[in-house]
């Protein structure tokens, strides 16, 4: 625990809270988050240092499925200890880096966060780990400005971006179908229904024949929901906004 005049360097906010808003330079300019990204789903990611190897390779991945994301209505934005020169000038050898035959240049922004301040607003300092750099946080938050799944990975290891994609898209057919998903869940495999709560539906829930529907038991039923299905709904929910 820390002492009482020490600041909370673990503390963080939790799934369903509000993200914590704040105001910083970024290597795109000034942004006053979440409320520049009202209507968008977006995911704040920190990583430990600039010039770093591990890192290098997730911006890389990052922006390629920058394109990916923003079809389903989701930007990013990424997080340092470290003030703009150091990030301007990172970006600048990322993009002289050949990897896997191509050169990628970095689009999207990156927090000057030099006194740490967003940092210790997400709880991205673990003090046993290190107190000036950052862990690998990864925030997905909502249209509505509410945080809805969090990862922590420490600085050896690098992050999974199949793992981060699928899980936006679980949020976001959750949020368009109403359907949890299993685990190992993937676009063309099918979801889960709730459970039912009463045991008027419990009995038709275990003997139901609906088309779709995969009984298992009373309280585990699976789904069927199609890939076109899914991108059709969240890319028109895209350009609804």
């Not at 934005?77 to 002289?96: M, R």
């Not at 290891?157 to 685990?183: H, S, Y």
């Not at 190992?184 to 099918?190: D, L, R, T």
Request: hydrophobic share 40%; net charge positive.
């Amino acid at each position: 625990m820390p002492e009482q005049n020490t600041p909370e360097y673990n503390k963080l906010p939790l799934i369903g809270d509000s993200a914590p808003a704040f105001t910083a330079a970024t290597t795109d300019g000034v942004v006053k988050f979440p409320s520049d990204y009202a209507g968008k789903w977006v995911i704040l990611f920190s990583h430990p240092n600039d010039f770093t190897p591990v890192c290098t390779t997730e911006f890389i991945a990052f922006q390629n499925i920058i394109d990916e994301l923003r079809a389903l209505n989701t930007e990013i934005i990424g997080l340092s200890v470290g003030a703009n020169s150091s990030h301007l000038a990172w970006f600048d050898a990322i993009e002289k880096i050949s990897l896997n035959g191509k050169k990628t240049k970095i689009t999207f922004p990156l927090i000057d966060d030099l006194d740490m301040h967003v940092a210790r607003l997400y709880g991205m300092i673990h003090p046993n780990t290190s107190g000036t750099h950052a862990v690998r946080a990864v925030f997905f938050i909502d249209p509505k400005g509410i945080i809805r799944t969090i990862l922590y990975y420490p600085a050896m290891v690098g992050r999974n971006f199949d793992e981060i994609k699928r899980i936006l898209i679980a949020l976001q057919v959750g949020d368009n179908f109403g359907t949890p998903t299993p685990a190992n869940w993937e676009m063309g495999k099918p979801v889960l229904l709730g459970a039912p709560s009463t045991s008027k539906q419990m009995y038709e829930r275990a003997n139901s024949k609906k088309p779709g529907l995969d009984v298992k038991a009373w309280f585990l039923t699976f789904k069927k929901l199609p890939i076109d299905t899914i991108l059709t709904k969240l890319h028109k929910t895209k350009k609804k906004k």
